[in-house]
């Protein structure tokens, strides 16, 4: 119940974000603060793990190389800090979690991508997993039944009319 109680509580801080696999390339856009003044800071890079339930704990590790530094960065999926994801590209991987990656340099670190459109890739909402217990006790949304549209005419079978020629003997 206590697991229930915290889903009812926490669902009003999740946020609607694609739903975030390993072997992925992302941009997360990342609201950083210096000072008075607030940025967006762009990092691009291959998603290696992904941990926590699909809940409000929920975490996912971006790495790349930079200046050839191999960083690696972990993001709260539902943080305020984090203003965007992006989906670049998905690529064919076997294994939950890509440490392996992290001695590969060059060609070896390459993947098969997947081919797809982005549009598709961040259509691919993330839904979260709400206790039945919890949706029991939620206000349910009214739905309005949309009303059957009345056809037109129906459509009578159309005959052609063959012209009776006169015939002549």
Do not use: C
């Not at 696999?21 to 800071?41: A, C, S």
């Amino acid at each position: 119940m206590n697991q229930a109680l915290l889903n009812f509580v926490s669902r009003d801080n999740l946020k609607d974000r694609p739903q975030i696999k390993v072997g992925q390339t992302v941009k997360v856009h990342q609201k950083i603060k210096e000072g008075g003044k607030e940025r967006i800071q762009v990092f691009q890079g291959l998603v290696i793990q992904v941990s926590g339930d699909k809940g409000i704990n929920q975490t996912f590790t971006v790495r790349t190389t930079l200046s050839g530094v191999g960083v690696e960065k972990v993001f709260p999926v539902h943080s305020d800090t984090v203003a965007k994801v992006e989906i670049v590209k998905q690529s064919k991987v076997r294994r939950a979690k890509l440490y392996y990656m992290r001695e590969r340099s060059g060609k070896s670190a390459r993947l098969r991508e997947i081919k797809q459109d982005s549009e598709t890739l961040n259509k691919i909402i993330l839904a979260s997993d709400i206790h039945p217990e919890v949706e029991a006790m939620m206000p349910k949304e009214e739905v309005k039944a949309e009303e059957p549209k009345e056809e037109a005419k129906a459509e009578e079978p159309k005959q052609e009319a063959k012209a009776e020629e006169p015939k002549q003997d």
